[in-house]
């Protein structure tokens, strides 16, 4: 559970120089500047392979510069401990570049993931690839950012991805925890429609950034985000201490998922979830389970991703 209290030691010296008391005190007060635990662990690649004869220094200034700007800012009020930090992805490609304009074509792929409590595990929370990944930098440029002003799509779009994956984490801590975090997603959305870049526009696309949030926070998929904490917290952090009860938690958080598709057919929100899914949920269920619930669970996991359905059947035998 994050950490909502931050307290500083208590240090008492006896003996000291004026000098000497006067460094301890700027220390003790710097010192939550310094360890506020920013939320992400964040790791940031760049593969630029596509762009030919190009200064690679642009692209390392560029990982730099975004990987301080993850990592370095505090995105929220809450404090989390070192280990409780996100862990998660930012893997950038860019296909085209253009020194005279700095603008750069690409795509991202970001993902999120959580430990699994009593194991070794780790699982994703949160992957989807990206696909108009477009922006303007110039080497050295300082990345600025603020939910409420949107003026820069590369700062826009990796915002956007950040309060969408404390969204999700928090729901996987607690039922509708993230809902604060979703709003942000969502009013960067708001704020980025005079973007004239892909990705931020109703009807342009029903698996770009302004339908994932808007499904989000849509009511008809409310049991799409009940369904975070009834896999994470009732499903796999139980497996360690009683398989049976954790793979009917996470029985139950299909079911949810089920409900959350028939609620929005359109949403692409749990196809999404089943295709990040798909490998720890066969590990969970073939040979294992009933026949009955493994058959129930294919059912789900056919309606909801039908492309799949040849792997799904696999669970049965």
């Known amino acids: 559970m994050k950490s909502k ?32 635990a920013q939320e992400l662990d ?13 200064s690679t220094s642009v692209f390392e200034t560029l990982k730099t510069s975004l990987e301080q700007f993850l990592n370095e800012r505090q995105w929220t009020q809450l ?20 020194p005279s304009e700095n603008t750069f074509q690409g795509t991202l792929y970001v993902n999120a993931s959580r430990p699994v409590y009593g194991s070794n595990y780790t699982t994703t929370v949160f992957a989807f690839n990206d696909p108009n990944f477009n922006f303007t930098y110039q080497e050295y440029d300082q990345l600025e950012f603020r939910s409420d002003v949107i003026d820069n799509n590369l700062t826009a779009m990796l915002g956007y991805y950040v309060y969408l994956i404390l969204g999700m984490d928090m729901d996987a801590m607690s039922p509708l925890g993230g809902t604060e975090f979703l709003q942000t997603a969502q009013n960067i959305v708001t704020g980025a429609q005079s973007m004239q870049e892909k990705g931020w526009k109703a009807f342009e696309d029903s698996k770009n950034r302004y339908a994932i949030i808007s499904d989000m926070l849509d009511g008809g998929m409310e049991p799409f985000r009940r369904m975070q904490y009834t896999y994470y917290r009732e499903g796999l952090d139980v497996m360690s201490e009683n398989v049976e009860r954790g793979r009917a938690g996470i029985t139950q958080a299909l079911e949810l998922l089920k409900q959350a598709h ?3 057919t359109m949403s ?5 979830f089943t295709e990040y899914k798909r490998d720890e949920i066969m590990n969970i269920y073939k040979g294992h389970a009933s026949a009955k619930e493994r058959e129930d669970v294919v059912n789900i996991l056919t309606r909801i991703n ?12």
């Open 79 to 98: 404090q989390f401990k070192k280990n409780e930090r996100i862990t998660c992805n930012f893997s950038i490609t860019i296909k085209k570049y253009s």
């Open 306 to 317: 039908a492309s799949q359905s040849s792997y799904w059947r696999e669970l049965t035998k």
């Open 42 to 54: 964040a790791r940031l690649t760049i593969n630029h392979q596509q762009v030919q004869g190009t």
């Open 268 to 272: 692409q929100l749990p196809q999404i």
């Open 5 to 36: 209290y931050f307290s500083t030691p208590n240090n008492h010296h006896t003996g000291c120089t004026v000098k000497t008391v006067w460094l301890v005190l700027a220390c003790i007060l710097l010192l939550p500047l310094g360890i506020r």
């Open 262 to 264: 028939e609620n929005k």
